[in-house]
């Protein structure tokens, strides 16, 4: 069955460090997202993207974030300068294209992110 | 008032048991209505999707959207102890249908 692979599955970095989370979506599918779910708390959206470019994001979504998708086959995150409050497990997740009408997301594994 | 509310249990029940999951909702602009398994260290994985009020079933699962109340339900029958995991409802409305809002989670223990 089809799957959305993530990278690392850990990482801890010290507060003020840049970090790239990687994801490899489903190959046929053309909207990508990320998600977050602080430890005890709800999953988040965060940013959806589409046709290379935004097509959504959150307020949680702020200048320290960027996403891309360098080739035809990974997307990443990237938070610029790692704060505490942003421990969390980050989800990576794709879905059809536009005319499908499902929302059906599937999600990564999750890449846990540890922040000192 | 939050805008998606589930109760988080946890929820302990003996295999066989018929188990009730639900999640209110304030927003009368979501359209479109998930349930999300989601074990232990791994991503939320859709059991059912319905779109608007009705029924819908799937095996064991029978999904539930009543718009009018703002309030969704998960059944599961004959539950098994493989079943033992965090359930999340998550909703969208219509022009923003891939942005989900999710619930807090509810852990089911299916005791054997």
């Known amino acids: 069955e089809p799957e959305v692979t993530q990278t690392p599955s850990h990482q801890v970095t010290q507060m003020g460090q840049e970090v790239i989370l990687r994801c490899v979506p489903i190959?046929?599918?053309?909207?990508f997202y990320w998600y977050r779910q602080i430890l005890g708390q709800k999953v988040e959206f965060l940013v959806s993207?589409?046709?290379?470019?935004?097509?959504?994001k959150s307020e949680i979504f702020d200048d320290q974030f960027s996403v891309e998708r360098p080739d035809g086959s990974n997307f990443t995150l990237k938070i610029r300068s790692t704060k505490l409050e942003d421990s969390a497990m980050y989800f990576c997740?794709?879905?059809?294209?536009?005319?499908?009408?499902?929302?059906?997301?599937?999600f990564g594994a999750g890449s846990r992110l540890t922040v000192l | 008032q939050k805008e998606v509310e589930q109760d988080p249990g946890p929820l302990s029940v003996p295999e066989g048991a018929i188990v009730s999951l639900n999640c209110t909702y304030s927003n009368s602009a979501f359209q479109y209505f998930m349930w999300y398994r989601q074990y232990s260290r791994k991503g939320p994985e859709l059991l059912m999707y319905?779109?608007?009020?009705g029924n819908k079933e799937d095996g064991r699962f029978t999904a539930q959207v009543d718009k009018s109340s703002k309030y969704i339900s998960l059944f599961i029958r004959d539950s098994q102890p493989s079943d033992s995991a965090t359930y999340l409802c998550?909703?969208?409305?219509?022009?923003?249908?891939?942005?989900?809002?999710f619930g807090s989670g509810t852990q089911l223990t299916v005791l054997p």
């Open positions: 319905t779109y608007s009020s």
């Open positions: 190959s046929n599918h053309l909207y």
């Open positions: 997740a794709s879905s059809e294209g536009v005319f499908s009408g499902a929302n059906v997301l599937t």
């Open positions: 993207f589409y046709n290379n470019e935004i097509s959504e």
């Open positions: 998550a909703m969208s409305a219509r022009g923003s249908a891939r942005q989900l809002t």
